[in-house]
């Protein structure tokens, strides 16, 4: 095609696309009003599930196996991308990490190790916080999760690979992260064998603004939790190993080319 | 619209502006963490709590931390060389 006719066709392109762009943009609801979904949420939850963190109940209940695919899409993403790296590397681990030839290494002042060690303790009981109290504030399983394995990097940036490496235990992360899963898929399936829908909440809801309300949103949360501090910490661990000292003979296969 | 949040939303379209201008790889990793921040802060502004909390946790610690140890793996690589 012509350079002169690419033109042409983005210019058709980008009108077509600003119309329907305008027209969605118009029947859209306005900017900050309430939709009729969500105020029925609000109206329904607290009484039929005893949860007063709506988005929680949205994600476990509401639209319950949802959030089950996409737990499984995160499980899945993280396992490809361990698939990849361990392929070229290799499972051996090292607490060594790598040098750049030539670069000063500045050690790291006391004070950096104690604000991180401090930190990385009150991100983790944070983090659990936030999971635990998934169906009544604000946060949940996923945020948690988030949090707790981002807690971790604190004790890298403290203390350096080789504390990091000894600290955080990679085949843990991974029961952890696996665990989670399959409690969450266990939790969407129960219901099943009893006649009902999948996640259908055959718990007791508990009381209102109770640690323990929500039923069987209590499990699928805490599963989200697992599965996602896992997932998260897995992640981290197997991209940081990029950075390690390459052992003998390990890497060699890896840079013949393929047969 | 309040002006926090009109300031926040300013405040997010400069972010992210800055993660486009940036040149430097290592620059753009901490110009995507600031915007990550921001966003996180435009959310708990618009009273999504939730969302930022994922949003601080993953946009702001977790993905610059991948982007830095990709440099990082590249300039081993070239220091190899």
């Known amino acids: 095609m012509s350079e002169g006719a690419r033109r042409v066709l983005l210019a058709l392109a980008l009108a077509v696309l600003a119309v329907a762009a305008w027209r969605v943009a118009g029947a859209l609801p306005m900017f900050g009003s309430a939709t ?24 476990f209940d509401v639209r319950g196996i949802d959030t089950v695919g996409e737990e499984a899409m995160l499980v899945a993403a993280i396992v490809g991308a361990v698939v990849l790296l361990r392929g070229s590397r290799g499972e051996g681990t090292t607490d060594r990490a790598v040098r750049v030839p030539g670069r000063a290494l500045e050690p790291r002042a006391d004070a950096t190790a104690l604000v991180c060690r401090i930190g990385a303790v009150v991100t983790l009981v944070f983090g659990l916080y936030m999971a635990l109290h998934g169906t009544v504030t604000p946060g949940g399983g996923f945020q948690g999760g988030a949090v707790v394995a981002s807690g971790l990097l604190l004790v890298y940036l403290g203390d350096g690979y080789p504390p990091w490496r000894r600290l955080v235990p990679g085949p843990l992360f991974g029961v952890v992260e696996a665990g989670g899963a399959l409690a969450f898929v266990a939790a969407a399936l129960w219901p099943l064998a009893h006649g009902d829908a999948a996640l259908a909440n055959r718990l007791r809801p508990g009381e209102w603004k109770d640690l323990y309300s929500g039923g ?18 897995l992640l981290l661990l197997e991209v940081m190993e990029e950075t390690r000292e390459v052992q003998s003979g390990e890497d060699d296969a890896a840079e013949e080319p393929p047969q | 619209m309040t002006p926090l949040v009109a300031a926040m939303l300013l405040l997010t379209a400069i972010a992210g502006t800055l993660v486009v201008l940036a040149r430097e790889p290592l620059g753009q990793v901490f110009a995507l963490a600031a915007n990550g921040l921001v966003l996180a802060l435009l959310f708990a502004v618009l009273q999504a709590p939730d969302v930022a909390l994922s949003e601080i946790a993953v946009g702001a610690a977790i993905l610059p931390l991948l982007f830095l140890v990709a440099l990082a793996a590249i300039a081993v690589e070239r220091a190899k060389k």
């Open chain 1, 36 to 59: 009729p979904y969500g105020q029925a949420v609000n109206a329904l939850i607290p009484d039929a599930r005893g949860v007063s963190n709506m988005v929680a109940a949205v994600n």
């Open chain 1, 216 to 233: 069987l949103m209590v499990v699928s949360n805490l599963a989200v939790a697992a599965a996602v501090a896992g997932s998260f910490a």
